[in-house]
């Protein structure tokens, strides 16, 4: 699978709205995954649509350390800033 998504006219107002958000959250760096969840939750956003827009974003995953101590870390891809750029000019 491509992992192209069908947003349907329901679906796209959450979604740019969890892109912003996702954008705003981590462009002051990596965000644990679950403080992440946790985040969008207390700011009225499901994790599935929040999930959707990392995957719009190419945000990353990876792993810090190990066995219990260990934890997932998200962050913007290199270059997100000038996407931020082009999102906010293209609304305004």
Known sequence: MSGWHHVDADE???LAEAIDWML???SAGPVE???LMLKARADGIAWRTAQRAKHSLGVRS???GFATGG???CALPAGTS???QEITNARN
């Open 62 to 64: 990876h792993r810090h």
């Open 12 to 14: 796209a107002p959450r």
């Open 82 to 84: 000038a996407l931020k």
């Open 71 to 73: 934890h997932w870390v």
């Open 33 to 35: 995954s679950t403080e």
């Open 24 to 26: 705003s959250v981590l």
